[in-house]
């Protein structure tokens, strides 16, 4: 029914389409891979929120590819099963026992999920992880982790044959090894750059659960160059969880990604706001 409710202002929403024009126009045949981190996914509401932006975004034609982590969920099973795990350096130390957990967990519950709520929305989506089409072909990382892999070989054509198809990949950071039968667990992040590079994207939106780079005075920094980045955490400005993602950032931009964009996943419509409006969110790196 058509309303004309006058507790809302409809003009300005008129408005706010007709301003995302020039960003539509931009972005339009792009290619943006979107890291959806576990502590970015809340609950059912976040998450269908989160799949109506990127359904948006495929609709005014962007490729877009999702790579979603899920370190808590990870968490909560290992816990469940009373199996330990620790971090070295933002990375999860990986047993055997471990490596399937992780498998299970983000190839099926996690990945599953996502799809879901995309097609809840009206998008078309495709779950894979590194092991389909030899998309992500890892070797060992470093041995003190076990089986947690780095990114040697990508195999990106599978994510090309679905955007002409218009479907979106929802892609899990399992990956397969040089010899038969090998699995490795990657880094979210790690996962998302290597496809981003690979992909030559235009944009990497790495969604968290901080609202960016801050500088010394706590002040997120809205457009940071690589330079920067690399003296801020020689002097430890940056730290901790960020690193992954700051080396991510400098990984993806030296392999030919435009832009990189650390954000608050939390924040709702977090990459709308980024790619389709003059205020942007979160912090760009780029060269
Ligand atoms: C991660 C994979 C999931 C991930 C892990 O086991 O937790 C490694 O650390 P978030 O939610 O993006 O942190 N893998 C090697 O990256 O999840």
Known sequence: ??????????????????????YLQRFAGAVVVVKFGGNAMGDDEAMAEFARDVVLMRLVGIN??????GGPMINDLLNRLGIKSEFVRGKRVTDKATVEVVEMVLTGLVNKRIVQAIMDEGGRAV???GKDDDLMVCVADDPELGFVGKPVE????????????????VVAPVATGMSALETFNVNGDTAAGAIAGALQADRLLLLTDVSGVKDKDGNVLTEIHPDQIRAMTADGTIAGGMIPKTETALLAIEQGVRAVVILDGRVANACLLELFTEHGAGSMIRA
């Open 1 to 22: 029914m058509r309303q004309q409710n006058m507790n809302r202002d409809w003009k300005a929403t008129a408005r706010t389409l007709s301003e995302a024009l020039p």
């Open 64 to 69: 877009v590819v999702v790579v979603h982590g």
């Open 127 to 129: 779950g894979l992880s």
């Open 154 to 169: 990508m195999n990106v054509q599978v994510l090309r044959d679905l955007f002409k198809a218009g479907i979106i990949p």
